[in-house]
């Protein structure tokens, strides 16, 4: 069994000079950052093969016209810029298929600007308050990007986008849930948190507070969108001497992709206790800075992430490296956990959103672990109905976080039967009609039953 992560980098970054002195001809890769405030005509020269381009962090505020003749353009990145308004011109791009203005002050789409074969759209952290209602029109459309922005509602036109896929509309001002969400047949992976339709939930108060005075950090684990994590000694009493290792995320205060970090922080308490799930221990206070913090229980080592984050290439799925095996034994085991782990979350109204094997650590013993509820949302103001429907969702990304590991199936495991039971767990998770997927209880006790057969 082999685990990896992803990594997301498109490569060096380029020079004007180099565009400009001819030194970057027939690259299907461009990539500036220099405080452009248009878009330099060189680029033209490379129409006949330029694939993807990455003008982030620049003073762009619109594109030219003759942006349209780069023909070959099948990704596009133009955040941490000042648009305004989405260009029109994107809409004449027929190629494009990818393309991000995160962080921009984007206000307005106009009808027909979003590019018809559009894939993957990231509108994060800007000002739109309205989508065009030609996005209806969007039919290959599976990512859609939206948290953080002004947006009251989503026209009812997108019902037509049947193969969306996984999005995100966090931290918006959307009043009314959209019914229409819950019938879309591929939708699987959903964060709607931050809005005034999913009301806020009051947390225990008995929520344990750990005081900043009485944690030691030590290394840095990692960062990721939300914030920083850290290993930390927490000292419990210093008559006793008594501590513990604890890992420590203190957020960063910004809207993410995914969502606000304070619904991230409900969500992981909300969670509670379970042995599928990364332990959060209780919030800290009293921070110098007045930042908001969690405390987690510290994840022994031996474990690994599962899988890697999504490609350009597979968009929504998983990414596994060539060779990669599991044995059938590890199949259950580890879908068992994360079954019984979703099972538990939808038991207490939580959503978890971001049900991915890259959000999965495994051991060698096949033990799973699940985390990171950055695009959590907790919805216990909904109908019963709606929360039916809701798991659902959440069942079809189960679907596929199967679908990958029987995928990877090593080839001698293929003939027991055991794998047409998982076979047929897979596309009951993966049925096209929301409400005729089970819930996640039903899932678990199956895998449960083929673990103990195992």
Known sequence: MRSFAASSSIGFMHTLH???????????????????TKLPEEILELADTLELLDVSGNQLTDLPEWFVQLKKLKIAFFSNNNF???PAVLGKCPALEMIGFKACKIRTIPEGAIPLNTRWLILTDNQIEALPTSIGKCSRIQKLMLAGNKLKMLPAEMANCQNLELLRISANQIEQFPQWLLSLPRLSWLAFSGNPCSAPTELKEDLVEINWADLELEEQLGEGASGVISKARWIKSVSEKLTQEVAVKIFKGEVTSDGLPQDEMQASLAAGAHPNLVQALGKISQHPEQKQGLVFELI??????????PSFETCTRDTFPIGTTFSLKEVISISAGIASAAAHLHARCIM???LYAHNTLINDAGHSLFGDFGAATIYRTTTSAQAAALERIEVRAFGYFLDDLLTHL???????????????????CLQTETLCRPDFATVSTSLQNLLSHT
């Open 352 to 354: 978890h959103g971001d």
């Open 84 to 86: 305004v308004e989405f």
């Open 300 to 309: 022994p080592a031996g474990y690994l992430n599962l899988g890697g984050s």
């Open 410 to 428: 090593a080839p001698e495991e293929e003939l027991y039967a055991a794998v047409s039971a998982l076979q047929q767990l897979r596309q009951d």
């Open 18 to 36: 180099q565009l400009q002195s001819g030194q970057l001809s027939g690259t299907k890769t461009l990539k500036l950052s220099c405080g452009l």
